[in-house]
């Protein structure tokens, strides 16, 4: 079971590690000045799920899920 543990914290701390990056690749929800005249209504804003921003929301979601679910685990008593 300590071996388990071991590969489960080394799990742990490259998702938090890759988590990490992630957040910070990400551009911020502000729009800035380009809402003001419409501008944010471009190719990118209206496909926002198939460009790389929303690749890295979908990631930066399931590697949050996968770092609860490691968190809880690796918090159980029974290593």
Same mark, same amino acid.
């Given at each position: 079971?300590?071996?388990?543990?071991? #590969?489960?914290?080394?799990?742990?701390?490259?998702?938090?590690?890759?988590? #990490?990056?992630?957040?910070?690749?990400?551009?911020?929800?502000? *729009?800035?000045?380009?809402?003001?005249?419409?501008?944010?209504?471009?190719?990118?804003?209206?496909?926002?799920?198939?460009?790389?921003?929303?690749?890295?929301?979908?990631?930066?979601?399931?590697? *949050?899920?996968?770092?609860? #679910?490691?968190?809880?685990?690796?918090?159980?008593?029974?290593?």
């Amino acid at each position: 079971m300590a071996a388990l543990k071991i #590969v489960l914290t080394i799990l742990f701390i490259l998702v938090c590690i890759a988590l #990490v990056v992630l957040v910070l690749m990400q551009e911020g929800k502000s *729009a800035g000045l380009g809402a003001i005249s419409g501008a944010a209504e471009t190719y990118w804003g209206k496909n926002k799920g198939r460009s790389m921003e929303g690749q890295l929301v979908k990631i930066t979601k399931v590697l *949050a899920l996968l770092f609860m #679910v490691l968190a809880v685990v690796l918090n159980l008593s029974v290593f």
